[in-house]
């Protein structure tokens, strides 16, 4: 998988995050504008994304807030895990999608 997937599936986070606080203002009564069409985006991000790790990434927002999380200083900003050296070394290629043994999130590198 390349870099792209990554982007997306980080894109795709951020909207369904926005979403889900949206829909929590409305529950209070107020209507929020915009909503549909944050919608609607995220519709047309999910396609460009390959569907074996869609569905990944939704299985994962089924029981996390956040299925995909930062790594910093080789730490899973999910559960603070120390990943191993050997994984980091890879995952900062970018090259590859990592899942945190710990947490199951999956992972992507900062630095
Ligand atoms: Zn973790």
Known sequence: MGNKDLELLISLQ?????????????KLGFSITGCSELKIAREELAEKINKPLLYRYERLRGKLKRAIV???????????????????????????????????RMLYWLD
Request: with cysteine.
């Open 14 to 26: 951020d909207i369904d995050l926005m979403i889900e606080e949206a829909e929590e203002v409305e």
């Open 70 to 104: 930062p790594v910093k200083n080789d730490i899973c900003l999910g559960c603070f895990l120390r990943q191993p050296t050997s994984v980091c070394a890879q995952g900062r290629e970018g090259l590859d999608l990592f899942t945190c043994e710990n947490c199951g």
